[in-house]
């Protein structure tokens, strides 16, 4: 696989068929996607006063959905584990705007993104209404991004970092970064607190390019979002559960950043770790 980090990606054509899936597809996902959304922000009325932060309803909605846009999308879905039920939060190698689909699929989760994905037309106003929490890379806000982190977690939240901080070309796992993780030792957070490290694995139809589902560089999403629309054959896409681990088992963010790093870059069967470093 790893010849093919050397060649340009070249997208391929939609055929006439292919724009006929594009528009019956495309139209039952928006469907399944935006009527699901207005499910659960009625929902969301009812649970918001009598739950305040915690959301005991509306996450199954977003599973059912995610789970729904996958089939839709002919993206056959495995898993490997279970998610954990301990309180703390799960920790990802990141490949697409898929990873959407195929992690809320698996488990009650809420992702943790950056400040500019509220602003992203579609996407943004589907993970504000899930409950994604937005951050920014500035110093300045680091002390009120640890509240939030503490108040989500203090909750019952399971948080989901991708701490390679972009996604990738679905053939390779990056460094991670370890910044997030200093949010799991602090002392204001309920004891003791588990990560869960996740892979996600995704296989190109048959015939494509292997990084077919990877969504990298300058890419946009609609021409992505048309070319996987337009697929005449199912891809799949794995997942992961590890092995859970207590915080308090790590001295520091990067000790802790180094072990998910590790589990999840030896389990990825496509990573070419040569590359990255």
Known sequence: MSAWLNHRYVPPRITPAGWLRVLGRGLVLGFVTYGGLMLLL????????????????TPYITQVVCRAALAILRLRYTVQGQPMTAPGAYV??????LDIFTRNAGSRIYFVAKAEVAGWAGIGWLARATGTVFIARKGAEA?????LFEARLSAGHPLLFFPE?????????????????????????PAPLQIQPVTVIYHAPLGADPRHYGWWGDMSFAPHLLMVLADAS?????VVYH?????????????????CERVIRTSHPLADASKDR
């Open 42 to 57: 009625a929902l969301r009325v009812v649970e918001r006063p009598l739950f305040g932060l915690r959301r005991p309803w």
């Open 92 to 97: 990802a190698n990141h490949s697409s705007w």
């Open 143 to 147: 002390k009120r991004q640890q509240a």
């Open 234 to 238: 199912p891809g799949r896409v794995e």
């Open 165 to 189: 901080g972009t996604s990738t070309d679905a053939l390779r796992v990056l460094p991670f970064k370890s910044t997030l993780f200093a949010a799991f030792f602090t002392a204001n957070l």
């Open 243 to 259: 092995t859970p681990v207590p915080v308090r088992a790590f001295a520091d963010r990067k000790d802790l950043a180094a072990y």
